[in-house]
């Protein structure tokens, strides 16, 4: 359907731009215009007898304006609490060279992130720290969910301390949990919990950080752990882990 806006040539009567004529010499696009109209930051043009918008000088310069502004890296909210008489608005520039220094602060950072994903092929899905802890492929799934998790829980001492154990070699009491199948009967899961509490006893006297940033989080945080636990990890391994917490207290 044709508008109003839309197709319009200007006459020697009109003395003014149609919508797609301003939009062609800005440089911009129609939609763009309408959306300028629509926040505000750029005033609706006078129409002709015929119902027809008339753009004029001012509102060229005004879109030329706005073109400028977002190239530099204004908001066009930013562009609208300035107003159209932007002469030197320094408060304004220096509040924008802080986001764009942090900006650029978080892309170098991304970049280093990314650098080491590549370079260890790991999956750029997990946290750098616990992506890398797994560039030998030893974690399962359940367990890359799992660090997933702790790593926005765990302040960074203690993600560093974890961050450790997932790194410690598989033992053979640890690939027997990570292969326990949900029916595994009474004797394989009580034998399999005396093997590896000696283990998880030695891990957690070696790096006393992870436990001591669970507790820091209070009941609440141990009840959400447990939760999430319950959901990634099969009946029998729950047992053993069960028998391995009761085990350790004793």
Known sequence: MLSFDDGHQSTGDDMGWSTRELAELAGATVKAVRHYHDIGVLDQPARASNGYKQYGVAHLLRVLQIKRLTALGFSLAQIAA??????????????????????????????VELELILRHSARPDLPRDIALANRNGELTDADQSFATYLSSVLDPP?????????????????????????????????????????????????????????????????????????????????????????????
């Open 158 to 250: 203690a993600l560093d301390a974890y961050t450790e154990i997932l790194r410690t070699p598989a033992t053979p009491a640890g690939a027997d949990f990570d292969e326990l199948p949900t029916d595994a009967d009474e004797s394989t899961r009580a034998d399999l919990a005396v093997r590896m509490i000696p283990e998880v006893a030695a891990l957690t006297d070696k790096h006393p950080g992870v436990i001591a940033g669970l507790t820091a989080g209070g009941q609440r945080t141990m009840q959400d752990v447990m939760d999430v636990m319950s959901e990634l990890y099969n009946p029998a391994q729950l047992d053993v882990l069960r028998r391995v917490g009761l085990g350790l207290r004793d």
């Open 82 to 111: 300035m107003g159209e008489e932007v002469s030197h608005p320094e408060h304004a520039l220096r509040a924008l060279d802080a986001e764009l220094e942090a900006t650029i602060e978080r892309l170098q950072r991304a970049r």
